[in-house]
């Protein structure tokens, strides 16, 4: 008689688990091949220039702006700017309500031309008297007298002159006009409104000359110098290059982001850039260390700090799969880091869409630069 095996319920249980591990590893490349393309942003390495370049980014600002201001209450009467107009030095750009003020200057006007007059006849009547006096029908006292009347004359004409030259400032300062150069990024005051000493009334901005502040990284500080090399990339023109130079190294660095500020001097006379607009600025570093250098983005740390990028190569069937590589970083350079192993010039780096991609994962390229 056979014997009849015995149920083990622990070995039905190992059975199954080690058909699921079967069925789910047959079921594993299935599950890639249909995961949904994950959308990438991709850079292409470029090849190291001679010299070394140093990138950095920043944002055009101008280098005079102002906002101004009444020098004497009253309301607007006139405006003659308005936002957009460019301007030159000098010319007016609002009238307050000068009628008062002018009256008083006329008023200074009559006042100081009756002293005047007052001049002429206290120098007339000392004249006589010196002709008196010399013919000995005056005493001498009585030529001091006219001559005190002379001075005190001439002292009041004077004072309204003084006075004169107060009441026409205080009629120009009803007027304000541009300091310097520039366009009207703003207006702040309306016709008819009330407007006091201190208040905003224009923002005036000039275009030129134009600086560039950036941020240097701390190990690449002591390497730029008044005379290096700068170039100046717009972002909003692809393919302009602007000359800029070196206008302040400031050495009071931020102790947080370990950076120091490096102002740029560009000029534009064509007036292609404006402030606002972000910029490349490359430095050209003589001592600069070969290599190619990625985005910062593009850079992920392992668990165990391992620096990894991930590229996108191409499959057996020619599509574009993402790749994970691992890397040696060197120094920082601003918003890049400087590779000094596991990559070269052509590698296709992927900058965005890098935080939960898997090895071997179909790619769908929405930029590529």
Do not use: Y
């Not at 006292?141 to 400032?169: H, Y």
């Not at 947080?256 to 500020?261: G, I």
């Amino acid at each position: 008689m056979t014997p009849r095996p015995v149920f083990s319920p622990m070995r039905s249980l190992l059975r199954g688990i080690r058909v699921t591990a079967s069925v789910a590893a047959l079921l594993l490349p299935l599950s890639v091949a249909a995961q949904a393309p994950a959308p990438v942003e991709i850079v292409t390495l470029a090849a190291a220039q001679g010299g070394g370049a140093l990138d950095l980014t920043g944002s055009v600002t101008a280098q005079r702006r102002a906002e101004l201001s009444p020098r004497v209450s009253g309301l607007v009467s006139r405006i003659r700017a308005d936002v957009g107009d460019r301007v030159r030095a000098g010319e007016p750009l609002l009238e307050l309500d000068d009628a008062l003020a002018r009256l008083a200057h006329q008023r200074d006007q009559a006042q100081l031309e009756e002293a005047r007059t007052r001049v002429r006849e206290a120098e007339r009547l000392h004249a006589e008297n010196r002709s008196l006096v010399d013919r000995k029908f005056l005493p001498e006292t009585r030529l001091l007298a006219s001559q005190a009347e002379v001075d005190i004359a001439r002292a009041a004409a004077g004072r309204l002159e003084a006075q004169l030259k107060e009441s026409a400032e205080r009629v120009s300062r009803h007027r304000v006009a541009a300091p310097f150069d520039g366009v009207i990024a703003q207006r702040m005051a309306e016709l008819g409104e009330w407007v006091d000493t201190g208040d905003g009334l224009f923002e005036l901005v000039a275009l030129s000359p134009l600086r560039i502040d950036v941020q240097m990284p701390q190990e690449r500080f002591a390497d730029v110098r008044p005379g290096t090399p700068v170039t100046v990339l717009p972002d909003a023109l692809p393919g302009t290059r602007l000359t800029g130079r070196i206008g302040a190294r400031v050495p009071v660095g931020d102790a947080v982001a370990r950076t120091f500020l490096v102002r740029i001097l560009v000029e534009d006379p064509d007036e292609r850039i404006v402030p606002g607009m972000s910029a490349h600025v490359r430095f050209e570093l003589a001592d600069a260390a070969p290599g190619v250098s990625v985005p910062r983005d593009a850079l992920v740390r392992s668990v165990d700090g391992q620096a990894e990028v991930w590229l996108a190569a191409a499959s057996d069937d020619g599509k574009a799969v993402a790749r994970k590589r691992s890397v040696v970083a060197g120094r920082s350079l601003g918003d890049r880091v400087a590779i000094e192993s596991g990559l070269a010039p052509g590698d296709r780096i992927i900058v965005r869409g890098n935080e939960r991609l898997r090895d071997g994962q179909p790619l769908r390229v929405v930029a590529e630069r």
